[in-house]
Each structure stands twice: as C-alpha cells, then as structure tokens.
C-alpha cells in the first residue's frame, strides 16, 4: 500500500485491515505516521519510510516484503501521488516531469520490482489509483492529467496482459476527495458545489472492490463516469464548458501548490 500515511492510502490501509488474515506493508516518506498508523491497525502491518521516487526504493520494497513477509503479496495498491498545480507555459516541462515522475513512473517501477512476487503469489491483484482527471483535463492540471492518462493506459494494457497470469489488475478514478494533499477548500466553502467532495472511505471501498473484489474499474463517487464519457460522447461541449469561466472553481489548489515537497500540505 503506497501513499499509507495520509488520505485515502491511510483509510484504505484501515479498510484492509479488517479483513481476515490481513497483513500489510505501509509505504510512505513520513515514518512516524507510518508507524503510528501501523500500531493502531487489529493486523499485523509493518512500514517501509521510502521516497517512491528515488532510485533504490523499488528494490527496498521488494528486499522488505522477501524479509518480513517471505515474498507473498496479493495485492499491490499503486496510491502514492500528489498535484501542483501550473498553466504550461509556467510551470514547463518540470512540472510534467515532477507529475511524472512521481504519478506514473514510481507506479511503474515498483509494479516492475514486485510483478514476479504478485505472479508468485496469484491470484493476486494491483489496484492503480488514478483520478477522473485521467479522462477530463482542466487548465492548470495539465501535468497532473498527464501523468493519470498515463497511468489509466499503461493499466489498460497490464490487464490484459496479466490475466493469464492471474494478476488482476484494477482502476480506480477518484473525483474530488477531502484529504491533506487536496483539501478541494474551494469547493467545501460553497454549498452549491460542496456536495461534490466526497470522503476517503469511500475510495477505500472502491479499492477493496478492485483488489480483492477484482472489478476492473471504479469512479468514486460513481457520477463523475459521465464526466469521463461525456469527454468522448460530447466533446466540444465538454471543451466549451472546462473553457468557461465557471469552470475555474473545478481547478481546486493542492498541498503541492506555493511548497517543493507536496507531503508538506
Ligand atoms: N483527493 C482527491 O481529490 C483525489 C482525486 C483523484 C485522485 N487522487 C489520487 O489519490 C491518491 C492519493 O491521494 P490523496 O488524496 O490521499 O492525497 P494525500 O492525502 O496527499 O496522500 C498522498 C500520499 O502519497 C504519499 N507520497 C507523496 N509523495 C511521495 C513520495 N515521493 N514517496 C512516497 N510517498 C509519497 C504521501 O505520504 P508522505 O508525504 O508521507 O510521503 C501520502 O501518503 C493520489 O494518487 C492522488 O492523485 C486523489
């Protein structure tokens, strides 16, 4: 479970644990959150404090699993990510790569570092948290976008590709969610757009179905799908209204926004 410390990793780490024979492996930067979650989880779980973007950590994660847990993993929750926002011709290619590096290629690398342990242990499954910004782009998330699109077509083709396998490979697209990385303060203020923010519970729930409950996809809540499908159904309406004005709200800041180091919030 990656992203453990906070948000939606935290409650999904939560939900898990009340399944029988639970046990886990929390991986985030900040230890001390780690292990108090950890100790106050009914099964076992131990933590790995790791930067998922630096060179070593899919290896460190692979090395701890073999240590403390002999090598079996039937699940794989790619959680970890985080958003600054910035127009293109601000933030440039070094917020895509930020976006990138940390949205896409840490998925990709820990899921390449733990493939041989998920296939070992199948049927297993990997769960992709991506985002309903993965299928919608607004202005100012273009990196973020990019880096779910990313993750949203790399997963499409991992599940099949996995099958024969028995590695199951589930997608999970959040709306907006009230955690510490995107509080979505904007919205909350208003109560024309409050009811929109939904609870990490919930996403947690849909990351059970997609793991263990193997379903392949997930909007959280359910309605942002007609989001997604009015994108391809609509498009030049859809472009017209994330153009507007109106559309600016939907453009919520972030606790990588004004800081270097997003877990800061
Ligand atoms: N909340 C929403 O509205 C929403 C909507 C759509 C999709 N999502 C996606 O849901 C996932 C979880 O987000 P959240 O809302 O729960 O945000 P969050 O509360 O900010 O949690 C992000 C998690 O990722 C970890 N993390 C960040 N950078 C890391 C790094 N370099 N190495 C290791 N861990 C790192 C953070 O822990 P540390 O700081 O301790 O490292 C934290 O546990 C993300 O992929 C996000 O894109 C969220």
């Given at each position: ?59 460190r ?42 949205n ?47 993750l ?9 590709e ?47 179905e ?24 609509f ?31």
């Amino acid at each position: 479970m990656t992203g453990a410390s906070t948000g939606i990793g935290e409650a999904t780490a939560i939900r898990l644990s009340r399944e029988p024979g639970a046990e886990l492996v929390l991986v985030a930067r900040r230890e001390e959150r780690l292990r108090e979650l950890a100790e106050s989880l009914p099964c076992r779980a131990t933590y790995l404090a790791v930067d998922l973007t630096g060179e070593d950590a899919p290896e460190r994660i692979r090395q701890h699993l073999e240590n403390e847990h002999g090598g079996e993993l039937h699940l794989l929750v790619n959680n970890a990510g985080a958003s600054w926002r910035a127009g293109f011709a601000e933030g440039g290619y070094a917020n895509v790569h930020r976006h990138m590096e940390l949205n896409f290629d840490a998925a990709v690398r820990l899921t390449e570092a733990l493939l041989p342990l998920l296939r070992a242990s199948a049927p297993s499954a990997i769960v992709n948290v991506a985002s309903t910004a993965g299928r919608v782009s607004r202005a100012r998330t273009g990196s973020y976008s990019a880096s779910k699109f990313a993750l949203i077509g790399w997963s499409d083709s991992l599940y099949a590709e996995e099958q024969p396998h028995g590695v199951h490979i589930g997608l999970v697209l959040p709306g907006f969610i009230q955690t510490e990385g995107f509080p979505a303060t904007e919205l909350r203020e208003k109560a024309l757009t409050r009811w929109i923010v939904s609870k990490p519970p919930k996403v947690a729930e849909a990351i059970f179905e997609c793991g263990p409950g193997r379903k392949a996809e997930r909007y959280v809540p359910r309605p942002y799908a007609l989001a997604a499908h009015s994108r391809i159904l609509f498009p030049a309406l859809t472009r017209r209204v994330l153009s507007g004005g109106a559309a600016s709200s939907l453009t919520t800041s972030t606790g990588g926004d004004g800081a270097d180091d997003p877990g800061s919030g």
